[in-house]
């Protein structure tokens, strides 16, 4: 532009007219116009090239953003499918801690389970040996084909080959699989499985095959999934093994117990027998040694009025004696005869109020010549308890036998205290002496007939053991109880507790 401007200039100065001058002028302002238009344009070329490469720039951006969303959204449905295959496995989990027989825990592996975890196909055996399958549960494929599968991984050793490395394995149609596995898919129609051997410690080993109807995103994660599922089976195939033997050694326990048990009762009906027979036999003896004892103490009466003419004393003293043993042998044989009447059931117990204190009296009256003669201290504490239910006869028995053996068994100046005590429907009896004690050894066995305790006192002391086997039966004949307390030298406490409702 300058150089141009020059040039003009020197035309001007070597003389050219003045209207060449103007139309230099008017070309020399044209040719500034272009060359301004031209340097705008190179400017606006420029700033095209930038945003051009701006707009690439965002381009790519855009792409890189579009891309990473797929992904991240393919992160988040697998990390979907993981969760619910965690949560199906938690709740199975459950379910089969809670499955008691192998034939349960086998058929909790469902539809529901198997669709859970992404699969579309679901077998799971058991295999008893290299050579059997016994399918206990099918999901999506049927027993027909399951049969095909069953004897294909048997003849094929597939079975073998999962049972001895039973990791979880993937088989997939587009990978390099031997002709028995890609003939194990085709039967089953999935292009993808996974295979896995279920070994519990006890029990029988079982097979788990779960197809994929779609190829498999990540068989890492499903090989993984499959592992925990199996342990799973496992654990509960050998817990509920263990309760089976624990349920069939418990069977086999109550088994023996209710042998064992048929055993004793009929031991006992046979004891009962025995007893009855026993009892009968007493019963009869004593029957019959009653009517001779009535004869023999008869006549000794006769005898000892003098109706037979007057007695020398030494014979009056020896009827006397007649007499005596007389009636010992009589109460003996009435004892025995009592007792084999309440065990056979022929004696039947009133059950009416009796009124303690009258009561109380009577038996006072019967043993107070004991009492004297041994100068016995005897008290009594009613507590209130004013009245007894059963039959007074017999109960008179009771007292008076304790009551007597109290007296019998203390030495002369000793005491007697008779307790009453009412617990709610129950009244307590005690009878308790300052005597010479029982042995724990005799403690257990005094209520058997014809029981005496072996020590020396004792032996001095008259008696026949049949007493408190007596007041035994005619207090359980009540429906009460009796024991007893006592410190060999230290007195003793008979308890006889009586219901009164
Ligand atoms: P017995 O006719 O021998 O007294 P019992 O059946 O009445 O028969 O008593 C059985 C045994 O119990 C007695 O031989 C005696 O050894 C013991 N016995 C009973 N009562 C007492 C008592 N109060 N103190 C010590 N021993 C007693």
Redesign the pocket.
């Known amino acids: 532009m300058g150089t141009l401007v020059t040039a003009l200039v020197a035309l001007a100065d070597t003389g050219w007219s003045a209207p060449w001058f103007v139309m230099s002028g008017t070309l020399l302002g044209c040719l500034a116009y272009l060359a301004l238009k031209i340097e705008s344009s190179r400017r606006q070329a420029g700033e095209l090239r930038r945003l051009q490469a701006a707009y690439d720039q965002l381009d790519q951006q855009t792409k890189l953003i579009i891309r990473t969303d797929l992904e991240l959204h393919h992160t988040q449905e697998e990390l979907d499918r993981w969760l619910a295959s965690l949560m199906s496995l938690h709740h199975l989990g459950r379910q089969l801690q809670v499955s008691l027989r192998p034939e349960e825990v086998l058929s909790r592996l469902d539809a529901a389970v198997v669709s859970k975890f992404g699969f579309t196909t679901g077998l799971l055996g058991i295999c008893p040996s290299f050579q059997a399958i016994e399918w206990r549960s099918l999901v999506g494929v049927d027993a027909e084909t399951a049969a095909q599968a069953a004897s294909h991984l048997v003849e094929q050793a597939v079975l073998k080959q999962i049972l001895t490395n039973p990791a979880p394995t993937t088989l997939a149609a587009a990978d390099a699989l031997t002709p028995a596995q890609r003939r194990l898919l085709e039967l089953l129609r999935v292009p993808t499985m996974v295979v896995a051997g279920v070994m519990p410690h006890s029990g029988p080993a079982g097979c788990l095959l779960l197809g994929r109807a779609g190829s498999a995103t990540n068989p890492k994660a499903d090989e993984e999934l499959v592992a925990i599922l199996a342990n799973q089976l496992a654990s509960a195939i050998e817990s509920s093994a263990l309760y089976e033997q624990a349920w069939a050694a418990q069977h086999e326990l109550e088994r023996k117990v209710q042998e064992r048990t048929r055993e004793l009762a009929d031991a006992n009906a046979a004891l009962v027998r025995l007893n009855k027979a026993k009892s009968d036999f007493v019963s009869a003896v004593s029957h019959e040694l009653r009517t001779p004892l009535a004869a023999i103490k008869g006549y000794s009466a006769l005898l000892h009025s003098g109706q037979f003419g007057p007695l020398a004393a030494p014979q009056a003293e020896r009827i006397a004696k007649i007499e005596k043993h007389t009636d010992l042998l009589t109460h003996f044989i009435n004892n025995l005869l009592d007792i084999a009447r309440i065990e056979s059931g022929r004696t039947t117990m009133e059950r009416r109020p009796i009124p303690v204190k009258e009561f109380l009296e009577t038996v006072h009256e019967m043993v107070h010549p004991q009492l004297q003669a041994k100068q016995l201290r005897y008290t009594v504490d009613l507590n209130s308890v004013s009245e007894l239910l059963g039959d007074p006869a017999h109960l008179q028995r009771v007292f008076v036998?304790l009551l007597s053996?109290?007296i019998?068994?203390?030495p002369d100046g000793g005491a007697i205290h008779l307790g009453m005590q009412r617990d709610g429907t129950v009244v307590t009896a005690s009878v308790s002496?300052t005597?010479?004690?029982?042995a724990p050894d005799?403690l257990a066995k005094?209520f058997q007939e014809f029981?005496?305790?072996n020590d020396p006192i004792?032996q001095q002391?008259r008696?026949?053991?049949?007493?408190?086997?007596l007041v035994k039966r005619i207090v359980e004949a009540h429906g009460g109880r009796i024991w007893v307390k006592?410190e060999k030298g230290n007195g003793?406490t008979?308890f006889v507790s009586l219901p009164v409702a």
């Open positions: 036998n053996n109290a019998k068994y203390t002496d005597g010479c004690g029982i005799d005094l029981y005496r305790a004792n002391i008696g026949t053991g049949l007493g408190l086997a006592s003793s008979f």
